[in-house]
């Protein structure tokens, strides 16, 4: 049985004061049935560090270099996540991909620098809606993975995957428990006849996933949590997500 995982994603929001309100009201709601973690913007990390260090959540970057050290302005280290105690990196969020040209190529190689230094990198992958339209979500999303897959080798199945129509993201419009569970079982089987231990893989779900339907997509076989964008900063609403992953 996979112990179900919800990951709040900050993205470019918070502050000192937010933040600390937002963790105490997280912290205040425990214990959780699930693991639990924020992704927190870089410069806030050791913040969060310092309020969660005597808890079970768990905190992560949004990003990492590909690369180990040097003249990389404005990058940061796997080595620099791993100092200030990150559990997770999300690599390959859509945001990255579109905004930041990150190639399959480019978030494969950031997922092998955070699992050098030991931070599990939550690689995202999904489809455009021109891409959907087109009967082309399984490919898209086979090859995304398919990068990491390669790039990893025999540590692929330590990674954590995050399937987040792009589509779905801070749209508010929700894959359907009955799609996304197709695409999941589509990107299971794929890490199962590459890794050989895809059935203990957490798969996550991202895509406006809100209070009101995360239940019912939790329940989805092959979901094993969420990467929440949106809700992951109302305290209200990010307690009733990370209560209805059982
Ligand atoms: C995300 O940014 O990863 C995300 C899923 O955003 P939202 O929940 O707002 O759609």
Known sequence: ??????????????????????????????????????????????????????????????????????????????????????RYTLVGHSERRAYHAESDQLVAQKAQAALAKGVTPIVCVGETLAEREAGQTDAVVKRQLSAVIHQLAHCAAEMVVAYEPVWAIGTGRTASPEQAQAVHAVLRAQLQAATGRGDSMKILYGGSVKADNAATLFAQADIDGGLIGGASLKAADFIAICRAAQ
């Open 1 to 86: 049985m996979r112990r179900k995982l919800v990951v709040g994603n900050w993205k470019m929001h918070g502050s000192r004061l937010a933040n600390a309100e937002l963790l105490a009201a997280l912290l205040a709601a425990r214990p959780f049935a699930a693991d639990v973690a924020v992704c927190a913007p870089a410069v806030f990390l050791s913040e969060v560090a310092a309020s969660l260090a005597a808890s079970d959540i768990r905190w992560g970057a949004q990003d990492v270099s590909a690369h180990e050290q040097g003249a990389y302005t404005g990058e940061l280290s796997a080595a620099m996540l791993q100092e200030v105690g990150c």
